[in-house]
């Protein structure tokens, strides 16, 4: 995957209730790409991440009508969402975006995932006194990836990243709170 930027979206609503996204295919390299704005954040990033805190529903920071989403796209859609759309869009740093990922948008998902159908096989085998296989051991071991209790490896954005090769250039905020290049993380450093 290309390397990519992270991105907060503030999503309103419509009167109809639907959600009101900013006109992305407005973005000029949306336009180049040919492709609606949907299917280019899928493609050419990781798709939405929406917090927990639904349209319906209100927190401090969410208010009912409003919901936030997160993306992770190529750099030149944050870079012309956030000067399109200023009061909706602004360009995140790495640790922002990963903070929204856990503590909003998979706060309210399990740490494991369980499949019950292999899980009460198992169970019914052991009721019988009947040996397991070793597939079967491993469906119980949830660092294993075999179905039956697993990690639910998606809650965590380092985990994400890694399987979905994202790379992304390093960024902090300055004193004023822009996001801006994080030169103590070059390996060139000392020739700028």
Known sequence: MAELAFMKVKIGTKKNGHANYPNFNALQCVIDSGMDWAYYIDVKGLGWCYDSCGH?????????????????VPQEFVDQAAATFSDECEELIESEY?????DKAYVKQPSQILNNDILNGIKLKQDLGLPLTQQQTDALDPDNDE????ENKDKVWKNVKAKKGVTNKKKKRDNDGDVVDDLSMRKDKENL
């Open 147 to 150: 179905p039956g209790i697993t």
């Open 98 to 102: 990963e903070e929204f990922h856990q």
């Open 56 to 72: 319906k529903e209100s927190e401090v920071d969410s208010p009912i009508g409003i919901q936030w989403g997160c993306l992770c």
